[in-house]
Every structure is written in structure tokens, then in C-alpha cells.
């Protein structure tokens, strides 16, 4: 039996709006990159970027930028990242959030399979790439039964956070 598949844009939600592709975008407040190590200190408040930094702020400092949830950030430029997290987060511009409004697709299977998926393929330019939208929008996304997409997460998740 085929699993079904659907385009990423028709199951997810979205930071940003891309030009010519049909999504459902919701605005998140956003924080410059370079102001994210301003904020870097002791919390559980993860500096959100799907780059090779990580860190973390307090609520206090976080401020309006604060957001909790389930999300997949997604590089913009450069080179193919891709972060999944739960819990509470400050967004940085360098990355586009994608969370699931299907129930059909869990957020953390979304995350296990673009971090499989998501590689130098999907970025376009010559010193400044940057991340085709409409591509990674449009990729057909896996809809396994709900116990294969807990089973698929955990396995890729952990294995992400080992190389971390």
C-alpha cells in the first residue's frame, strides 16, 4: 500500500509569504540574528536559529519575542539547516518556521524528514545562495500512520541531537 503525500504549502504553516505559491502564512515577531547574542544568557528560552548556533535567553529578556510551540526553522542563505523544537523560542530572521495545521502530520515527523530532505538542492546562487521557497513548498511530504511518524521523529531526532 502507497503512503500518501501532500505538498509541504498544503499542510504547514509558514513565517513568510513566498511570491507565486499559494500558503497559509502566519507573522511571527522576528529578531535580527546579529541582536540574538545580545539576548544569549542563563534560560530555557531557546535563541531559535537553524544555523550551527545555539543558545539560549531568559523570558525577561526575550520580551515580545517570545513564542512558544512546536515549529521546524528552516536556513534562509547559505547552508542547508534545519532545526526542530519544542518549548519556548525566540525566532531569528535567518530561518523560516514551518508548523504543521494538518492533523494528518505531526510537527516533529515534519522536522525529522526535512532534516533528511532539506540539502544543497534546494538552495539556489553562487556565493550568496538562498533557500527556493516554491521548492521546498511544493515538495511532496510523506503522510505515514501516526505511530511511524512518532517512531521516525525519535529515531532522527535523537541521532541529530547526538552530532549536536
Known amino acids: 500500500m502507497a503512503i500518501e503525500?501532500?505538498?509541504l504549502r498544503s499542510l504547514t504553516t509558514v513565517s513568510c509569504a513566498c511570491k507565486g505559491v499559494p500558503c497559509s502564512v502566519a507573522r511571527v515577531p522576528i529578531l535580527p540574528h546579529k541582536k540574538m547574542i545580545e539576548l544569549e544568557s542563563d534560560?530555557?528560552?531557546l535563541l531559535l536559529s537553524p544555523g550551527k548556533y545555539v543558545g539560549f535567553t531568559s523570558e525577561e529578556k526575550a520580551g515580545k519575542y517570545l513564542q512558544e510551540g512546536e515549529v521546524?526553522?528552516?536556513m534562509k542563505g547559505g547552508s542547508p539547516g534545519v532545526r526542530y523544537w519544542s518549548g519556548?523560542?525566540?525566532?531569528?530572521?535567518s530561518g523560516i518556521l514551518f508548523k504543521s495545521r494538518d492533523p494528518r502530520l505531526s510537527t516533529s515527523f515534519l522536522g525529522a524528514f526535512l532534516l533528511c530532505t532539506v540539502d544543497d538542492a534546494f538552495y539556489r546562487g553562487g556565493c550568496l545562495?538562498?533557500?527556493d521557497l516554491a521548492r521546498l513548498l511544493n515538495?511532496?511530504?510523506p503522510l505515514p500512520p501516526p505511530e511511524q511518524q512518532r517512531a521516525v521523529a525519535a529515531s532522527e531526532l535523537a541521532s541529530e541531537l547526538a552530532r549536536v
Open 5 to 7: 503525500t501532500a505538498p
Open 43 to 45: 534560560g530555557k528560552v
Open 129 to 131: 545562495r538562498h533557500l
Open 139 to 141: 515538495l511532496p511530504v
Open 88 to 93: 519556548k523560542f525566540v525566532a531569528s530572521e
Open 72 to 74: 521546524v526553522a528552516v
